[in-house]
T-cell receptor, first 114, second 114 residues
Framework: AQSVTQLGSHVSVSEGALVLLRCNYSSSVPPYLFWYVQYPNQGLQLLLKYTSAATLVKGINGFEAEFKKSETSFHLTKPSAHMSDAAEYFCAVSDLSGNEKLTFGTGTRLTIIP | DTAVSQTPKYLVTQMGNDKSIKCEQNLGHDTMYWYKQDSKKFLKIMFSYNNKELIINETVPNRFSPKSPDKAHLNLHINSLELGDSAVYFC?????????????FGPGTRLTVL
């Protein structure tokens, strides 16, 4: 079964600094991978997804992620953090059996320091 | 226009009661989901329906019963509520794309069982 591991339940960065949120996957076949963001008291919103096309995926709000098969990773980055980026970020992997099941990581809370 | 809506937003009730949460999507999607997010923000799928047919039924107590009267609605009924049922419940919808579809989440229903 596919799974994802998010390293670091809390990450703090200064405003304007690089954001790096880590996600490693476990899958016996090339997976479909997603990053979702949850702002306080809201539902989840898709940031970006990897579906076996380009390995560097660009998403909304200046975020991007690179699929690295050799490292089984799909880390999320943003060159310059904004205060509005403060949120909970979830990495997820799609079940390839065709039932659209997403398995989420445990989440990383991103705090932006002014 | 709200894409995925849930009612109520907050639900406070006593142990042993029966309650329902309603979900509606106006995106024309054919697949809908229920997720449970616990106090540590861990998000886990409970059920999903595709064209009103149950396709995912995770290990959930049979006190939880989803019902899909049509493709745009997926309700969750919970019998004999327990303290451990306290959580935020998210509804989501997507258009089936063999694992690559984007799921759109509702704002969540915070259930508190006293």
């Amino acid at each position: 079964a596919q799974s994802v591991t998010q390293l670091g339940s809390h990450v703090s960065v200064s405003e304007g600094a690089l954001v790096l949120l880590r996600c490693n996957y476990s899958s016996s076949v090339p997976p479909y991978l997603f990053w979702y963001v949850q702002y306080p008291n809201q539902g989840l919103q898709l940031l970006l997804k990897y579906t076996s096309a380009a390995t560097l995926v660009k998403g909304i709000n200046g975020f991007e992620a690179e699929f690295k098969k050799s490292e089984t990773s799909f880390h999320l980055t943003k060159p310059s953090a904004h205060m509005s980026d403060a949120a909970e970020y979830f990495c997820a992997v799609s079940d390839l059996s065709g039932n659209e099941k997403l398995t989420f990581g445990t989440g990383t809370r991103l705090t932006i320091i002014p | 226009d709200t894409a995925v809506s849930q009612t109520p937003k907050y639900l406070v009730t006593q142990m042993g009661n029966d309650k329902s949460i309603k979900c509606e999507q106006n995106l024309g999607h054919d697949t809908m989901y229920w997720y449970k997010q616990d106090s540590k923000k861990f998000l886990k799928i409970m059920f999903s329906y595709n064209n009103k047919e149950l396709i995912i039924n995770e290990t959930v107590p049979n006190r939880f019963s989803p019902k899909s009267p049509d493709k745009a609605h997926l309700n969750l009924h919970i019998n004999s509520l327990e303290l451990g049922d306290s959580a935020v419940y998210f509804c989501a919808s997507s258009q089936f794309l063999a694992g690559t579809d984007t799921q759109y989440f509702g704002p969540g229903t915070r259930l508190t069982v006293l």
